[in-house]
């Protein structure tokens, strides 16, 4: 799905992206930002407005983005602590390891001696971060919310204050929750999947279809009345089932 709309000073791109089989689910939302700013203006532009400068996974889409609006360049969140005995390239984004690297030829480089330690598009290229450029801003879509709550009690908060309590359609959505999970408080973090003993079977309470599946045993469990997911903070970040009657940490599904 692809809209651009106007404002007044700036022109946003809204793109939604993921995909569960039958429905579409939202995963990642960009917005492309068309005022020229520096990497700092811009990754603090972004932090002010949606959730910081874009991470990126599948290069594909944000090159699509990039022909959509027309440039060549633009910023991404990704930068390198500036050591050069040792480049360390990072996401602005805490927490996000960079796992895969789509460089352009003979980058990254420091072309004429410029020190070039922000990264923009289509392909990865490293530029001098004081250099102004348009830029993608990332929105987050779900939030972790440190209040030890029964499932029921934090299904009511989220809806309340945000969205509902998250669903988990594909494994990036598991990635970003699992990225959540790693800052609670508590040993597992509560998910918006339950069992209906009415129907017996897992739903998700935003009525998404449950496609992906991280359950921590290898099958599929049958459970009785007044049970709910969560997912656990370390390790693989597996699914398990709980009594609804127990207290976590959750994770909220922004709007």
């Known amino acids: 799905m692809l809209v651009v709309s106007a ?3 700036l022109q946003y791109l809204h793109v939604v992206l993921g995909q569960c089989l039958f429905l579409v689910c939202p995963l990642h939302v960009y917005h492309f930002i068309k005022e020229p700013k520096t990497w700092k203006e ?7 407005h949606y959730t910081d400068l874009a991470t990126v996974y599948d290069m594909n889409d944000i090159q699509r983005l990039s022909r959509s609006v027309n440039t060549g360049e633009a910023w991404i969140g990704l930068y390198n602590d500036g050591r050069q005995d040792n480049r360390v390239w990072h996401w602005s984004l805490p927490g996000v390891e960079v796992t895969k690297y789509f460089w352009a030829d003979d980058q990254p480089n420091d072309y004429s001696g410029d020190t070039q330690n922000c990264v923009m598009i289509q392909k990865w290229d490293s530029r001098p971060c004081d250099e102004k450029k348009p830029f ?14 029964t499932w029921e009690e934090a299904s009511d908060y989220c809806i309340k204050n945000h969205r509902g309590l998250v669903s988990i359609t594909d494994s990036s959505q598991q990635r970003w929750a699992a990225m959540k999970a790693k800052e609670a408080d508590t040993g597992y973090v509560w998910l918006g999947l339950r069992y209906s003993c009415v129907l017996d079977l897992w739903f998700w309470v935003n009525d998404e279809l449950v496609c992906y599946k991280n359950w921590a045993s290898d099958k599929e469990p049958v459970e009785g009345c007044d049970r709910a997911v969560a997912m656990s903070k370390g390790g693989e970040h597996k699914w398990h089932t709980k009594a609804e009657t127990e207290e976590f940490n959750f994770i909220c599904a922004l709007h």
């Open 7 to 9: 404002a007044p000073t």
């Open 42 to 48: 811009a990754q603090r532009y972004c932090k002010e």
């Open 136 to 149: 993608f801003c990332y929105k987050e879509n779900m939030i972790l919310i440190k209040e030890k709550k």
